[in-house]
């Protein structure tokens, strides 16, 4: 799921953010900015609203790229799980904070209500935030890289 289309646009290592299935590079040259919102002038709010567009552009509250430290592109699964696991690279959460982010934030939640044209994920929200429960309680391993 966390390499999902809806999660790695977002969770980008680039200095822009990604869009579609195919995660091509994002139209009109929009660069992350300081903040990961944008630069002066072309900040993701200008277009990105808290909610999705008639017109299509799609919106949650708090658009924005996942900071740099967030990137996931090129992880295998260990790295991966070892980044989630990590507070300088996590947004400084417990596994706690990272279990709630997944399974209710509204930014998240986002990828179950894309708009049209869109697809959502293969699980639901809730099986993710059961999923990523599970993995706490069963001890947060990260699975070896092969």
Known sequence: MLRDPRCMNCHTVTDFPRQGDDRHRHIMNVLRGDDNHGVP??????????????????????????????????????????????????GHRTLAQIQE???????????????AGRRSP???QAELGRLVQEWIDTGAVSPDSR
Not at 49 to 56: A, D, E, F, R, S
């Open 41 to 90: 002038g072309q900040r993701c709010s200008t277009c990105h609203q808290g909610v999705n567009q008639v017109n299509g552009v799609p919106g949650a509250p708090k658009w924005g790229l996942a900071p740099l430290s967030m990137g996931w592109e090129g992880l295998d699964d260990h790295q991966l799980a070892d980044a989630i696991k990590d507070p300088s690279r996590n």
């Open 122 to 124: 293969q699980i639901s």
């Open 101 to 115: 982010h997944m399974a209710h934030d509204a930014l998240v939640s986002w990828a179950w209500e894309p708009g």
